[in-house]
């Protein structure tokens, strides 16, 4: 299955979430794609298989994807300080894979009710815990 990581600004949340997925073993095609060339790199340092930037790559990424995962704000135009395009959040929504959303970014004008206040770490237990049930994986204790 192909996990698509999308993010953007210093690609860390989407860096973190890469290292998380590879030390848990989870059987993911790992692709890395960033809004710039410095998150895409972050995530390629961080053990994504593949890695591409920009507009175009986000579209065709999300053609095949199983699964997208990144901060909520892939999924609404001009988030990420205005690096999420309105074709990539269009894109995102569009697309036919599951979507596994991180509340971060609330930095960026966008309040997501009823969420949990979690620390970055606590977020990406979750997410990979998530990652493991749609891998058709037991669950591990948190």
């Known amino acids: 299955m192909k996990l698509v990581v999308i993010d953007g600004q210093s690609g860390r949340t989407g860096a973190l979430l890469v290292e998380r997925v590879r030390a848990a073993g989870l059987p993911l095609e790992l692709l890395a794609v960033g809004t710039n060339a410095i998150a895409t790199a972050a995530m390629m340092k961080a053990g994504a298989q593949r890695g591409a930037t920009g507009e175009n790559p986000v579209l065709v990424a999300c ?28 894109a995102v929504g569009q697309s036919r894979a599951q979507k596994v959303l991180l509340p971060v970014n609330s930095n960026c004008g966008k309040i997501v009710v009823g969420v949990r206040d979690l620390t970055l770490s606590q977020i990406m237990d979750e997410a990979v815990e998530v990652l493991r049930e749609l891998c058709g994986l037991s669950s591990q204790p948190l």
């Open 63 to 90: 053609r095949d994807a199983a699964i997208i995962a990144g901060p909520i704000g892939i999924l609404m135009a001009d988030a990420l300080m205005g690096e999420i395009t309105p074709a990539m959040a269009v």
